[in-house]
């Protein structure tokens, strides 16, 4: 079975540019997450998807930082414009069934964000 | 949401097993107890989970206090690829993932 893939696996970009990162979950997963990984934490969840229905976007930057996931499958997440405290491990994943704490997560090896 | 605490780091020798400790005093009758790790340069990896009843897979196990306020996850026999950050996560809706424990295996 094919695990989350993500792309790109590294970016380096200047602050105020923007960027976009790819999520493909794996195939029958009904919910996608995104998570920030700062150097030295934990993933933090930016925003959980069920289907095509955003779930929770309360930690998501809402005035630089966007996700869709059109169809149900796969998503993107942008950064507009980048700030250099964005620079971050951007991982995605993915889980079984609705919602909930009784799925496990399968998670992508993640994006490494370096904003100069 | 309820938090957890977990020892920042611990040491184990190979081939013995590990202990690793997660008090959760304000958990909630619906937090589900996770168990993910995270190796160098890797996202993470679940590892085990549980409600109430102790819990074993081909990885580890997991013992949940009878009053759910504490867990332990037990790697039966440590090798040196289990060395990675630990986290243990109360999830509900979604999960919330705080600093976790290194674990150094020593060979």
């Known amino acids: 079975e094919a695990g989350v893939a993500q792309s790109p696996r590294y970016k380096i970009i200047e602050k105020r540019q923007s960027v976009a990162f790819w999520c493909n979950p794996i195939s029958g997963h009904a919910t996608l997450y995104w998570y920030q990984q700062i150097l030295g934490q934990g993933p933090k969840l930016l925003i959980q998807?069920?289907?095509?229905?955003?779930?929770?976007d309360s930690q998501l930057p809402k005035d630089r930082f966007s996700a869709e996931r059109l169809k149900g499958v796969d998503s993107t997440l942008k950064i507009q414009p980048a700030k250099l405290e964005d620079s971050a491990v951007y991982l995605c994943?993915?889980?079984?069934?609705?919602?909930?704490?009784?799925?496990?997560?399968?998670f992508g090896p993640g994006t490494r964000l370096t904003v100069l | 949401d309820a938090k957890t605490t977990q020892p920042n780091s611990m040491e184990s020798n190979e081939e013995e097993p590990v202990h690793l400790p997660c008090n959760h005093s304000t958990i909630s009758g619906t937090d589900y107890i996770h168990w993910y790790r995270q190796l160098p340069s890797q996202g993470p990896e679940y590892v085990i989970h549980?409600?109430?009843s102790n819990v074993n897979n081909r990885m580890a196990s997991l013992a949940i206090a009878e009053d759910r306020k504490s867990s332990t996850l037990i790697l039966h026999r440590a090798t040196l690829r289990d060395a990675a950050v630990y986290y243990c996560?109360?999830?509900?809706?979604?999960?919330?993932f705080g600093a976790g424990t290194r674990l150094t295996v020593k060979p």
């Open positions: 994943a993915s889980s079984p069934g609705r919602a909930g704490g009784y799925n496990e997560q399968f």
């Open positions: 549980g409600l109430t």
């Open positions: 996560i109360l999830a509900r809706n979604d999960m919330r």
């Open positions: 998807f069920q289907n095509n229905g955003v779930v929770d």
